[in-house]
């Protein structure tokens, strides 16, 4: 028996510190889906999205889902935490429990206390080690945790600078875009007026969004379930607003240059896949209703003609832009289905106002 319990605990042991290293350390992305991380956010997001989808207020909705990413993160630590707690309290029972304790022979239960305080360095000194293994084993594990506290508190700040990061640019979409966002109002706005190169400088400056939303998200995929400051903008509608507008503008946008759409449509998508790959449970999916009907994109051709933007009015340019958009809606809706979160529209609301034009006393 005691065999069988030395065998779980390091099990155990290892499983959570791999976990760790994986999560917090390593700075590329995991494929295998048997992870610890992976098992706690599966858990707790399906309980907290069906919750989600029964509230038919949309911004409740919205404000209940934004605590899952913190609370989501902090639980993960309190499991790694309790796991390693656990683990070590179960090997130095399976050791004999070799402690002086005041109250007589020591249980399990002051093995996970003496594990407890030795893992969070508090060093009270009631109950004390009473053979070398015991010792060896209480400095292992103050050790181990006094390294898991230091990472924890370097992982924090490191994850919420990747969020500021992000969500300056989706902030800054806002002006440009509308609220929520829409492709057709993006490019009537620079169409309107604006020099040539601005839609350029633009979409280059969102080619550099995209592999840095693609790289940090991969690397710390909790970031995801992290949602912006207003209710009408995420991280996915961003993503799904830039690849629409690279689609149109490679599909048969006349008089426009090519080039940095294309780039920018290239490193966009490839964000969508990998990390549809990494943070949903789900296979890519097409779409069940059409984002783009026959109607919706004769009102965005009529929309950026008058825009001085014209889009190319045959056959070939609607083809080519369905083409497009299957090689990317697939992904984003599926990420849309999992954080629940609403792809954005293709056409603008007519009269809607920006979230910069509104404040709580109008």
């Not at 409740?60 to 605590?67: G, N, P, Q, V, Y």
């Not at 639980?75 to 707690?85: D, K, M, R, S």
């Not at 991969?218 to 689609?247: E, K, M």
């Not at 080039?259 to 490193?267: D, G, K, L, N, V």
Request: glycine content about 6%; proline content about 6%; hydrophobic content about 50%.
């Amino acid at each position: 028996m005691a065999i069988l319990a030395a065998v779980v605990a390091l099990a155990l042991i290892l499983t959570v510190l791999w976990d760790t290293f994986e999560t917090i350390v390593l700075p590329r992305r995991v494929r295998r889906k048997i992870r610890l991380t992976r098992f706690v956010y599966r858990v707790t997001w399906t309980p907290w999205r069906a919750l989600a989808w029964r509230m038919r207020n949309e911004v409740k909705r919205e404000s209940f889902l934004s605590f899952y990413g913190p609370l989501a993160l902090l639980f993960l630590l309190v499991c790694w935490a309790t796991g390693l707690v656990f683990g070590f309290g179960l090997l130095d029972w399976a050791m004999g429990s070799s402690l002086h304790a005041p109250t007589g022979h020591p249980g399990f239960g002051t093995d996970l206390y003496v594990s407890g305080t030795t893992f969070f360095t508090l060093g009270l000194g009631d109950v004390t080690p009473a053979n070398a293994p015991e010792r060896l084993l209480t400095v292992i594990e103050a050790g181990i945790g006094f390294g898991f506290l230091a990472l924890v508190i370097s992982y924090l700040p490191i994850l919420y600078q990747a969020f500021s990061r992000r969500e300056v640019n989706v902030s800054q979409l806002d002006a440009r875009a509308g609220s929520p966002p829409t492709a057709g109002a993006l490019l009537r706005r620079h169409g309107a007026g604006l020099p040539a190169d601005d839609l350029m400088v633009f979409l280059n400056k969102w080619e550099q969004w995209a592999a840095e939303l693609m790289e940090s998200h991969l690397s710390y995929p909790s970031l995801a379930y992290f949602r912006s400051q207003h209710d009408n903008q995420s991280w996915l509608g961003a993503l799904t607003v830039i690849l629409d507008t690279c689609a149109v503008i490679l599909a048969g946008l006349e008089d426009v240059p090519k080039h940095q759409a294309r780039m920018t449509f290239a490193i966009a998508r490839h964000a969508a896949v990998d990390l549809s790959q990494i943070i949903t449970f789900e296979p890519p999916k097409k779409l069940s209703v059409d984002r783009l009907p026959p109607a919706d994109l004769e009102q965005l051709r009529v929309l950026l003609r008058e825009a001085g933007m014209p889009f190319c009015d045959n056959e070939h340019a609607t083809e080519k832009l369905i083409k497009l958009r299957e090689q990317y809606e697939p992904y984003v809706s599926v990420l849309a289905s999992m954080l629940v979160t609403p792809l954005p529209a293709w056409l603008p609301v007519e009269d809607a106002r920006d979230d910069w034009e509104i404040s709580p006393w109008e």
